[in-house]
């Protein structure tokens, strides 16, 4: 048995290093697999069953994608808010014990922090959290340390600069969390009113990384070998007008990767609003639809891990 086979999978601190390493390993060999047009067929007879309750196009569609390249089945809600009985008042407990006994494992995205901990305690099948509000969002995380390796080479000795909506991005949270048990060196660029949580800077600080914060995105661009930029989380402000003086406060654009350390690259959770501007996208820096894609080879690892279908 695989150290991850039954589990749930809700935060990135569920899981050690050695077992992140273990889905990034497995999830390059399934990539070099599907480059190969081999058919795989690990989890054929398995279903999985998609809720999501907040909207997504990637997440829920390279789960999805994800499956079904391994030879298993999927049902889904897509707009579990207004579709499902969540309509009605069902709770995300009810509806996780319910939708545990149609399906092997729960991919959940809900608004509410807490939530993909919720549906875990109430579900008997393994519960992976797809993203639980400002909370996290750990299978992106993976996939965005799957990326960075590919793209550098290398996890340790790498300068990461987390770029954007820092208090509400669940992506950058979970990834920070991440990036932490590797020697890296972390900057953080945020307003002041997005920064980054203080409990998960004091974490990390703890955990003994080397962490900058600064609002100096020009400056941060100039150090960093990663430039990990998000979108302001609009969704997540109670104030309109709060949400629309910080749009726009950093935008990456051509000019300045072209200032920027050589060879540096630019990743983005995706979607973006303004933050990256399209001259960006013909670059060789541009590594943020490669890292989309990536998603695919990496769920497949964590489904046929917790499914334990590989060992
Ligand atoms: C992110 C999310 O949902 O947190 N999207 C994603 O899963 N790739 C980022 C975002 O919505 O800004």
């Not at 992140?20 to 390059?28: N, S, Y």
């Not at 998609?50 to 499956?67: D, G, I, K, N």
């Not at 990390?204 to 400056?219: F, I, K, Y």
């Not at 960093?224 to 990456?252: H, M, N, W």
Request: with cysteine.
């Amino acid at each position: 048995m695989n150290p991850l086979a039954g589990r749930d999978i809700l935060s990135i601190t569920d899981l050690t290093k050695e077992e992140m390493e273990q889905v990034l390993d497995q999830a390059a060999r399934f990539a070099q697999a599907l480059a190969q047009g081999q058919r795989l067929d690990l989890l054929s007879g398995r279903i999985l069953a998609t809720l999501f309750y907040e909207p997504s196009t990637r997440t829920r569609l390279s789960f999805e994608s994800a499956m079904h390249r391994l030879g298993g089945a999927v049902i889904s809600v897509a707009q579990g808010r207004l579709s499902s009985s969540a309509a009605k008042g069902e709770t995300v407990a009810d509806a996780a014990r319910v939708v545990a006994g149609y399906a092997d494992v729960i991919v959940q995205r809900h608004p509410a922090i807490g939530s993909a901990q919720e549906a875990a305690d109430a579900a008997d099948v393994p519960v992976i959290n797809a993203g639980d509000g400002a909370g996290e969002h750990p299978t992106q995380a993976l996939l965005d340390l799957y990326t960075i390796r590919r793209e550098k080479g290398r996890l340790d000795g790498l300068h990461v600069g987390l770029v954007g909506d820092l208090k509400y991005g669940r992506t950058v949270h979970s990834l920070a969390r991440a990036l932490a048990h590797w020697s890296v060196t972390m900057t953080f660029v945020a307003p002041p009113s997005l920064a980054m949580p203080a409990e998960i800077t004091a974490a990390l600080r703890e955990q003994g990384c080397t962490v900058h914060e600064t609002t100096d995105l020009r400056a941060a661009a100039q150090v960093c070998d990663v430039l990990y930029v998000t979108r302001i989380q609009k969704e997540r402000f109670a104030d309109p007008d709060e949400y629309r003086a910080l749009r726009g406060s950093y935008v990456v654009d051509r000019a300045l990767v072209e200032a920027a350390k050589p060879g540096i690259t630019i990743m983005h959770p995706l979607p973006r609003v303004d933050e990256i501007a399209r001259d960006v996208d013909p670059l060789p820096n541009a590594a943020y639809f490669r890292q989309a894609h990536n998603g695919v080879p990496v769920r497949m690892a964590l489904l046929a891990l917790v499914l334990d279908a590989v060992s």
